[in-house]
């Protein structure tokens, strides 16, 4: 009697085949899921930045037409922690700006004449204006 023996299985140049094709992939998902996630932190750091516009006006009403100590409000100054961005003020205006993380050289400024802008011109320590683009 003749016994035919069936191999089942797979060999070991197809498991490593299998497992380098699936490994490529995960690097693809795991490359777009960075850009996902720096794009997210960008939409938080702006979201954060234009809610200090409405607390700044707040506190300019409550403080007899003046913007100085602005920066030093809760509201304000948690929502400028929480962007990792920077502030200032004086009586008759105020800026607040952060660096974005998807674009190293890339800012988001948000001022009291209303303006919101991402920028890659230099944001100056203590400005209190936000730059024209």
């Given at each position: 009697m003749i016994k035919n023996k069936l191999k089942r299985g797979f060999t070991l140049i197809e498991l490593l085949v299998?497992?380098?094709?699936?490994?490529?992939?995960?690097?693809?998902?795991?490359?777009?899921?960075?850009?996902?996630?720096?794009?997210?932190?960008?939409?938080?750091?702006?979201?954060n930045l234009n809610n200090i516009r409405a607390q700044a006006e707040l506190f300019y009403d409550n403080n007899s037409g003046s913007y100085l100590g602005v920066c030093s409000d809760t509201n304000v100054a948690q929502g400028v922690t929480a962007a990792g961005g920077e502030c200032n003020d004086t009586a008759d205006v105020w800026a607040a700006f952060a660096?974005?993380?998807s674009a190293s050289t890339s800012s988001y400024c948000?001022?009291?004449?209303g303006k919101a802008v991402?920028?890659?011109?230099?944001?100056?320590?203590?400005?209190?204006a936000c730059p024209a683009s």
């Open positions: 299998v497992i380098a094709i699936i490994g490529i992939l995960a690097s693809v998902v795991l490359a777009s899921l960075n850009s996902a996630r720096d794009k997210g932190e960008d939409a938080a750091i702006k979201s660096g974005l993380s948000v001022d009291s004449t991402t920028t890659t011109s230099s944001i100056t320590t203590g400005s209190t």
